[in-house]
Nanobody, 120 residues
Framework: QVQLVESGGGLVQPGGSLRLSCIAS????????MGWYRQAPGKQRELVAS???????NYADSGLDRFTISRDNAKNTMYVQMNSLKPEDTGVYYC??????????????WGQGTQVTVSS
């Protein structure tokens, strides 16, 4: 089994910054592509950014030039630095990861989410 734990959310004023972290843990796991997803109130969950194990990144248009995703494979940790935050960035941010457990099978895992609220 794989556990994903997010941290770093909170309340920030428009134009402010936040850094979210996601730590993956489990017994003898191998982490593949990881990503951040956002779910705003009344809307579907959507991709914010993703990063492969070798560091290739992909961003939703809404986060281009404002968000930077990164990871530390040695620590099984992923980050997203969010700058110039806007009220429309508000939502619950979920960590997502493809991971292989000691069973040898790849599955997709989700964290519990961390709330980000951008408001004055």
């Amino acid at each position: 089994q794989v556990q994903l734990v997010e941290s770093g959310g909170g309340l920030v004023q428009p134009g402010g910054s936040l850094r979210l972290s996601c730590i993956a843990s489990g017994n003898r796991i191998s982490i593949g592509t990881m990503g951040w997803y956002r779910q705003a109130p009344g809307k579907q969950r959507e991709l914010v950014a993703s990063i492969t194990r070798d560091g290739s990144t992909n961003y939703a248009d809404s986060g281009l030039d404002r968000f930077t995703i990164s990871r530390d494979n040695a620590k099984n940790t992923m980050y997203v630095q969010m700058n110039s935050l806007k009220p429309e960035d508000t939502g619950v941010y979920y960590c997502n990861a493809r991971a292989m457990t000691q069973s040898g099978f790849w599955n997709t895992y989700w964290g519990q989410g961390t709330q980000v609220t951008v408001s004055s």
